[in-house]
């Protein structure tokens, strides 16, 4: 078991660009989820996969965000034309499908 | 609206002194309820869960927490809080076992 790992750890942005960012699960586990966290505030759902299929996603997420998790193991999430607003902590979260989240360290986004 | 409400943002205690960290969830016939724990620059680890079964759950580092149907809170306590305890909380809810929502978050400081 060596983790929730997320990459990058920080990355700056320009607005307007687009930026990646990968989340590697703990092997067995077949849900992956995503969160935002900002300052003062507690994680904020995004989206969620059981395996490859994409079971929920946020109403609160626009249509500059994209996830995917093409082979059920890894999941990327990419957002386009990034905007001051998108600036956050990206949290990456995996489960067997029971209610034990285990979390990475996140990715830090600032876009200036 | 399905929400965690966390009233205390900020919580400073001597160490060896008792501590109680509040958390208030909108009522539904069923609910899982957590408490997790966020280290400085270290992602969101699992204090403790209520499931089903007893209303008062044991979590790691000597924590826990009473579920109260009727007040509709999950109020995590310690009877003697040490320095290493000094993080940020987050309780958090599902009402279905797939989405999770999180309360904005408590700050423990541990006074010597």
């Known amino acids: 078991d060596t983790g929730v790992s997320q990459n990058p750890r920080h990355k700056i942005t320009k607005r307007g660009q687009n930026v990646t960012f990968r989340c590697d699960p703990i092997s067995e586990h077949n849900r992956l989820y995503w969160y935002r966290q900002t300052l003062g505030q507690g994680p904020e759902f995004l989206t969620y996969f059981q395996n490859e299929a994409q079971l929920e996603k946020s109403r609160l997420l626009s249509d500059r965000f994209s996830a995917e998790r093409p082979k059920g193991s890894f999941s990327t999430l990419e957002i386009q034309r990034t905007e001051q607003g998108d600036s956050a902590m990206y949290l990456c979260?995996?489960?067997?499908?029971?209610?034990?989240?285990?979390f990475g360290s996140g990715t830090q986004l600032s876009v200036l | 609206a399905q929400s965690v409400t966390q009233l205390d943002s900020q919580v400073p205690v001597f160490e060896e002194a008792p501590v109680e960290l509040r958390c208030n969830y909108s009522s539904s016939v069923s609910v899982y309820l957590f408490w997790y724990v966020q280290y400085p620059n270290q992602g969101l680890q699992l204090l403790l869960k209520?499931?089903?079964?007893?209303?008062l759950v044991k979590g790691i580092n000597g924590f826990e927490a009473e579920f109260n149907k009727s007040q509709t809170s999950f109020h995590l306590r310690k009877p003697s809080v040490h320095i290493s305890d000094t993080a940020e909380y987050f309780c958090a809810v599902s009402y279905t076992g797939n989405q999770f929502y999180f309360g904005t978050g408590t700050s423990l400081t541990v006074i010597p």
């Open positions: 979260a995996s489960s067997r499908g029971d209610e034990k989240l285990f």
């Open positions: 209520y499931l089903s079964g007893s209303t």
